[in-house]
């Protein structure tokens, strides 16, 4: 009973949106919000593409102390999406105390979004998409934090999904930054698709021969996004268990295909 067909679903994967970067640090209404206005674009294109949901892999707020309207701001966009929206929390925007996740009332407001709480790991079963998808958040700052070491094996629905923010290893690196993720975790995941989070850059990286695994980058860099940065990528997950992801700019530049989507061959700094 081999080449079982799954049910085709479509994803979008965004990170590092940095929402209220720039509300604690003296800059103009028309500054924040012309960040805020790519956060925008990226809910207008899981809208366009019909996404069945969404993935946010950490960063999404800059930090715990952003604006009370910049939390209603990301409230009102998640909501604008008719599909689930998961958050598995980065560094700059951790779980536990001091969270800025506990100052606003997401639950009830936007109802639905769900936000990875643990840094043991949990799984979020989209049950009516046969989607699982499971990650590790960031409590705090700690250096030591490995999101994908040791995961758990798969689930039972057909499309398993990982979500993990932190620095890529590549096996000939050096070790150095915080955060690792190494390309052995995800082979190990035997997940159909790794969502990642931290770097500005989009860029594929090697999960092995099976697993596909990307981060999507920031939509809008804090800091220097290259040629191929600004975007967000669309994951299709194909009846045959084929994964393919395009990456789709977040103001006017042409799409690039998943064969077009180099795969990291070297150790790209990350922040
Ligand atoms: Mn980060």
Redesign the pocket.
């Known amino acids: 009973m081999s080449n079982i067909s799954k049910p085709a679903r479509r994803l979008l994967h965004t ?2 949106v940095h929402l209220g970067a720039f509300d604690s640090s003296g800059s103009d209404q028309e500054t924040r919000d012309k960040h805020h206005f790519y956060f925008t674009r990226v809910m207008d294109i899981a809208i366009e593409e019909k996404v069945d949901f969404a993935v946010i892999a ?2 999404f707020f800059d930090n715990a102390r952003v604006y009370e309207e910049t939390l209603q701001f990301a409230s009102d966009q998640i909501a604008r999406l008719d599909a689930p929206v998961i958050i598995t929390p ?3 925007d951790h779980v536990g105390p001091g969270s800025v996740y506990d100052r606003f009332d997401f639950k009830n407001e936007t109802p639905n979004l769900s936000i990875m709480r643990t840094s043991d790991g949990e799984t979020i079963h989209l049950e009516t998409l046969d989607v699982q998808v499971w990650g590790r958040s ?1 409590t705090e700052q700690l250096p030591d934090f490995q999101p994908f070491i040791d995961p758990p094996p798969r689930g039972n629905a057909p499309w398993q999904i990982g979500v993990g ?2 620095h890529y290893i590549h096996p000939k690196a050096l070790l150095h930054h915080s ?1 690792h993720i190494r390309e052995q975790h995800l082979i190990d995941s035997q997940r159909d698709y790794i969502a990642l ?3 500005e850059q989009m860029t594929r990286v090697s999960g092995g021969e099976s697993v596909v695994a990307a981060y999507s980058g920031a939509p809008e860099g804090l800091g220097h996004v290259g040629e191929i940065g600004g975007r967000v990528l669309i994951v299709d997950l194909h009846e045959d268990g084929k994964v393919e992801i395009t990456a789709h700019s977040v103001a006017d530049k042409p799409s690039i295909a998943h064969d077009d989507i180099p795969i990291l061959e070297a150790l790209i700094e990350g ?1």
């Open positions: 990170s590092d950490g960063d980065g560094n700059h960031h923010h932190g955060f989070g931290h770097w922040p």
